[in-house]
């Protein structure tokens, strides 16, 4: 369950045009104050002081969307942000499981734990929790580097063994020693005669927004994200690790999306991808460039320090570590030619599958479609981590502002090839 406690923000950018927002009866088990600024198209920014797992802030999409502005779905979202198909941007040709999203993965949870006070403080916890784990304790994973200039705790033992031994935790840069050290208080408790553990946390920067050197992470933020994960529809933008970041010059923060196909023999498969975004270059919405300063004129296009990208990948396809979960993990850092690779950006993809160990892997004349659906998901969910994150006033002032949807759109259709 979630808590939280709502109170107004700075009004939205005047750039930006806002549709009717969504009143506060729209919004069950949401309090909103009588002086609350209402939430714009381009997104109000939101105080949360309330630390707790956060499994849902937005209804399930459709696998198709709708064209023009946001949908009910969205208007439901007391945020009034929308996903990307709800906006009619749809990535590739594939279908979606029915939550479009890492969870579409069966047995694979998520939950959040949001720190915002409002003012300093705009940070959190992301859990991946695959269910499968409690059973083996070994899944076949593997990592891939775009740019190690981060902290991805665990990854050299996943690169030596080809497994994942534990969730995967994502918070800011300077909790991620704390991250990693309360994960492995929740592994040891549930496999009581384990004497050695790999834990996986990353990190990104979320210092722009958030008082990064207070560390506010405690191990009880980390244990309520784990034991709070659920299958259902994960919390996307501000929420999480995702609290606090900012990327291609607009507010981001966690997003995520799912694929559905059959491979050769007919066998059925659903990758999905998680994604915290925080990194730096140019945001392309179907070919289409969308710069910050053009869609926000006038707006800090001070870049944040970071710059960093992690990327979870989760499969129900059955791969061998050493070969196909590699490549599904390098593929997946490639989307869209968006980022700039900046050299204090860490940019990791981690890919794990599900699939039980008995089921004959795929041979890999049968992973081409996988990899495309990979390309797919991790460039949706990252056009959800924007779409659906708000603007926020943060740490000294700073203002990250969210993506203007009137103006996205207009561009879009505009110039689309």
Not at 90 to 115: F, K, M, Q, S, Y
Not at 170 to 177: K, P
Not at 192 to 215: H, K, M, Q
């Amino acid at each position: 369950m979630t808590r939280r406690d709502d109170h107004p923000g700075t009004p939205e950018h005047p750039a930006a045009a806002s549709p009717p927002a969504p009143s506060a009866a729209s919004a069950p088990g949401v309090s909103v104050p009588p002086a609350a600024a209402p939430p714009s198209a381009a997104g109000a920014p939101v105080g949360r002081s309330a630390t707790s797992a956060s499994p849902a802030s937005g209804a399930p999409s459709s696998s198709s969307g709708a064209s023009g502005g946001p949908s009910a779905a969205a208007a439901a979202d007391p945020s009034g942000r929308a996903r990307a198909r709800e906006l009619g941007v749809v990535v590739g040709r594939l279908p979606t499981g029915p939550l479009n999203a890492i969870t579409d993965v069966e047995g694979v949870l998520v939950g959040h734990t949001t720190i915002d006070d409002g003012a300093d403080l705009h940070t959190g916890v992301t859990a991946i929790v695959p269910e499968q784990l409690f059973s083996t304790w070994r899944l076949p994973a593997a990592v891939h580097v775009g740019n190690g200039y981060g902290k991805l705790i665990g990854s050299t033992q996943i690169d030596e063994l080809g497994v994942l031994e534990s969730p995967i935790v994502l918070t800011g840069t300077l909790s991620v020693y704390r991250a990693a050290d309360a994960l492995l208080s929740y592994v040891m408790r549930r496999r009581p005669d384990g004497l050695s553990f790999n834990c996986v946390a990353g990190e990104t920067n979320d210092g722009y927004l958030s008082d990064i050197r207070r560390r506010p992470i405690t191990e009880r933020h980390v244990l309520d994200a784990l034991e709070g994960a659920s299958g259902g529809q994960p919390g996307e933008g501000c929420v999480g690790a995702g609290t606090g970041t900012t990327a291609l010059g607009f507010k981001a923060g966690i997003g995520t999306s799912s694929r559905r196909l059959e491979v050769e023999g007919g066998v059925p498969v659903t990758t999905g991808a998680l994604v915290q975004a925080n990194f730096g270059g140019v945001l392309t919405v179907q070919g289409v460039p969308m710069p910050a300063a053009e869609l926000i004129p006038g707006a800090d296009g001070a870049e944040p320090p970071g710059n960093s990208c992690m990327i979870v990948v989760a499969t129900d396809a059955p791969l061998d570590a050493a070969g196909s979960a590699a490549w599904l993990a390098g593929r997946s850092s490639r989307w869209g030619g968006w980022a700039s690779y900046s050299h204090g950006s860490g940019d990791y993809a981690i890919a794990f599958s599900t699939a039980p160990p008995q089921v004959p892997l795929l041979p890999d004349e049968a992973l081409t479609p996988v990899f495309a659906a990979v390309m797919d998901a991790v460039e949706e969910a990252l056009l959800n981590a924007l779409f659906k994150a708000t603007t926020t006033t943060g740490y000294q002032g700073h203002v990250s502002h969210a993506v203007p949807y009137d103006r996205l759109l207009h561009r879009l259709h505009r110039q689309r090839p």
